[in-house]
């Protein structure tokens, strides 16, 4: 085990011994194996946005065994999906790369102001398909907030004391925030700052815009001059409200449509900034597995770099 995957388990000493096990298998698997980052491949978007929308631009991708074959073949340090997905496949990818069970999920058929997330999965599930983790999503920022809090405390202990690590989609929205506040630099660090109050191993959020939503907290900022000009800027603040980086901070790939070349920048940015690394879905499947294996490589190269050569195009 290296050092930095050594440093990294230290920081999680209230944990058993199954728990830092399986943190160690995600840190210590695939291309990034040893290096302290992730880069994990979730796969969640046939529930939640529909199979069209998710699976049509790439139809091997309907079929749930593509997408372990993709992570594994790429060398992502785990996979994540919610549970008809990771049944179809554990008993034929079993002990091939760690596996993340989904256990809320929500959809996209009816709009709602104040998203909600229906628990679909259990910790007994995740364990019957040999899982290193759970991920839960929770919505700071919607009328539900305390309903998932609650929900996401319960999955947390039980998750631990059966041995499993906690990986926490930390997304603000609701009738709380406006558009824009989704991705506020304020929003954002104050989401990751409640998963890691929940028991969060490893956070996933999007990247924050340098817009700040709640104006008590734009008097902070102004006036402790906080710096958030830079999209690295903006990912080191937001590590630092994960327990002054204590907490595994990984970021969302950005939009569906966007071209490699602005991926991988914010890429090199995420690595500046001291983030902990990418989950990349709709990045991923909705090319070809061909484009995405290279696409995956360049991500994994730059956080094998010094995150000071990564920042240089």
């Known amino acids: 085990m290296t050092p930095r995957v050594k440093e990294i388990l230290s920081w999680y000493g209230a944990d058993n011994v199954g728990t ?21 491949l979730p796969v969640d978007q046939g529930f939640e946005h529909g199979p069209a929308r998710s699976f049509a631009s790439n139809p091997p991708g309907y079929d749930p065994r593509y997408h372990f074959e993709l992570a594994i073949e790429a060398g992502c340090n785990g996979y994540a999906a919610p549970l008809g997905f990771l049944e179809a496949g ?46 839960f999503t929770i919505y700071p920022g919607s009328a539900h907030q305390l309903e998932m809090y609650q929900q996401l405390r319960a999955c947390a202990e039980t998750a631990k004391r ?15 925030l406006s558009e824009a506040g989704e991705t506020a630099i304020d929003v954002i660090g104050y989401a990751v700052q409640i998963a890691a109050q929940l028991g969060a191993h ?18 902070v900022y102004v006036a402790q001059k906080i710096p958030i000009e830079t999209q690295a800027d903006r990912v080191r603040h937001v590590v630092d409200c994960a327990f002054a980086g204590r907490r595994m901070v990984i970021f969302s790939g950005g939009a569906a449509d966007f071209d490699d070349q602005a991926l991988l920048d914010e890429i090199r940015a995420i690595h500046a900034g001291g983030g902990f690394g990418s989950i990349l879905g709709r990045n991923s499947f ?23 050569a990564a920042a240089r195009p």
């Open 202 to 219: 490893i956070i996933k959020v999007k990247l924050p815009t340098a817009h700040i939503e709640q104006e008590a907290a734009r008097k």
């Open 20 to 40: 830092l096990t399986n943190l160690a298998r995600l840190l210590n698997h695939g291309r990034l194996a040893g290096t302290g980052k992730l880069v994990i």
């Open 90 to 135: 554990a008993r034929d990818f079993a002990g091939d790369l760690p596996l993340i069970l989904k256990v809320n999920d929500d959809d996209s058929l009816l709009a709602e102001k104040d998203p909600n997330q229906a628990l679909t999965a259990s910790v007994r599930d995740a364990l019957r398909l040999g899982c290193s983790a759970i991920g």
């Open 286 to 308: 909705q090319r070809s597995k061909a484009d995405a294996l290279k696409m995956l490589a360049a991500v994994m190269d730059i956080y094998r770099t010094a995150p000071e």
């Open 162 to 176: 059966h041995g499993l690590a906690v990986v926490v989609w930390a997304y603000p929205r609701g009738s709380g």
